[in-house]
């Protein structure tokens, strides 16, 4: 069973930055997507951000220009650096991996953006 583990969420003033990372427990194949995704109190899980095995990203319209999404194939890793954060961005981060097969959650990382 793959188990993915995020690490790097904390609290952090309103225009900081935190990394977050994702890896994985083992090595998967054949992954085609992995993504960032988030969910504040109260709200639905949204899409952050995603990357294509062919480094094709994607940006929810609320964090272009803040959020930089990047892998690294041969770890299985998956990053998210967030900049310029502000309070709206506060929620739990969830990476995701999809393969041709299957998908993975992890359990998520929380972040916390103080005014």
């Known amino acids: 069973q793959v188990q993915l583990v995020e690490s790097g969420g904390g609290l952090v003033q309103a225009g900081g930055s935190l990394r977050l990372s994702c890896a994985a427990s083992?090595?998967?194949?054949?992954?085609?997507?992995m993504g960032w995704y988030r969910q504040a109190p109260g709200k639905q899980r949204e899409l952050v951000a995603t990357i294509t095995s062919g480094t094709r990203t994607n940006y929810a319209d609320s964090v272009k220009g803040r959020f930089t999404i990047s892998r690294d194939n041969v770890n299985n890793t998956v990053y998210l650096q967030m900049n310029s954060l502000k309070p709206e961005d506060t929620a739990v981060y969830y990476c995701?991996?999809?393969?041709?097969?299957?998908?993975?959650w992890g359990k998520g990382t929380l972040v916390t953006v103080s005014s």
């Open positions: 995701k991996v999809t393969t041709s097969a299957v998908y993975y």
């Open positions: 083992r090595t998967i194949f054949s992954i085609n997507v």
